[in-house]
């Protein structure tokens, strides 16, 4: 195993350590082992970064570590295990790696305890109820964080935050604040109204204006963001505390989750502020 010392370059596709790293593309594998596949070179780096007790090895080809030597030499300064791989190699661990892959460590994110500590001081969370398509689940997770979110949190029956797709779509910002996988929604709003946090629910059946919500805004708020094709079950609304609805001046009949999302958190994020 490659360490911190001169990495030996892996070579053979076929040998077991490249089928254990592959194989994180699914998800029994990521279960079983607590560890799941950061690929591309932004995530990397950010998970080298931000997160390096959660890293267990980086994998680059010799090309990939020429040009991203910062964060191969973060990653070796780390403690990292750092393993110089063929492009042969490579490409039977990730088709979408562009050179550089790491495996990191799933957290215990995951459960009442980890979501009451996601919510301590927190002022403004986004909440996937029904999140299905993981591009949108891992472009919220990165918008929560551009927005000065202080976590996110995927209810059951949301897709899996570790999921190849999710990871590649946060571009990073999966290692910068609480990404917390709970239980049920009904529990998940009792914990949100529990750390005093106002719910308002994202939906085009609101008759709340999201532009003139006006001092709701203000309040320290969760936002409770539906399915892609469904929206918001009537449970979810039942929920909150509010439902708010974005304008729509084209015609368009809604928008995408992630982009009413964005809309909802830096609404909230410039009212606090």
């Not at 290692?175 to 709970?182: D, E, G, I, W």
């Not at 805004?217 to 963001?225: H, S």
């Amino acid at each position: 195993m490659s360490g911190v010392g001169t990495p030996t370059i892996l070579t053979n596709p076929s040998s077991q350590r490249v089928s254990r790293v592959a194989g994180l593309a699914r998800k029994s594998a990521r279960t079983r082992r607590q560890q799941f596949l950061v690929e591309g070179p932004q995530g990397v780096r950010e998970a080298v970064r931000f997160a390096p007790g959660r890293v267990r090895d980086v994998y680059m080809t010799q090309e990939a570590a020429g040009r991203h030597s910062r964060t191969w030499e973060e990653a070796r300064a780390a403690g990292i295990y750092t393993h110089l791989v063929s492009a042969d190699v490579m490409a039977a661990m990730s088709t979408n790696s562009q050179g550089v892959l790491a495996v990191a460590r799933t957290e215990e994110v995951c459960g009442a305890r980890a979501l009451a500590a996601a919510l301590e001081g927190a002022t403004l969370v986004a909440v996937l109820t029904e999140a299905q398509d993981p591009g949108n689940a891992g472009t919220i997770i990165r918008t929560a964080d551009a927005a000065g979110a202080d976590a996110v949190v995927l209810v059951r029956g949301s897709v899996d935050s570790t999921s190849p797709k999710v990871v590649r779509a946060t571009a990073g910002s999966l290692f910068h604040l609480p990404v917390v996988t709970a239980g049920a929604l009904g529990d998940v709003v009792a914990a949100l109204r529990e750390a005093g946090l106002t719910v308002l629910a994202a939906d085009g059946r609101g008759t709340l204006d999201l532009f003139n919500a006006g001092a709701v805004l203000t309040a320290p708020t969760a936002w409770l963001l539906g399915n892609e094709a469904h929206g918001l079950t009537p449970e979810a609304l039942s929920c909150a505390d509010a439902v708010v609805s974005i304008p729509i001046h084209g015609r368009a009949e809604s928008l995408n989750v992630a982009a009413a999302a964005a809309l909802c958190l830096y609404a909230s994020a410039r009212a606090q502020r």
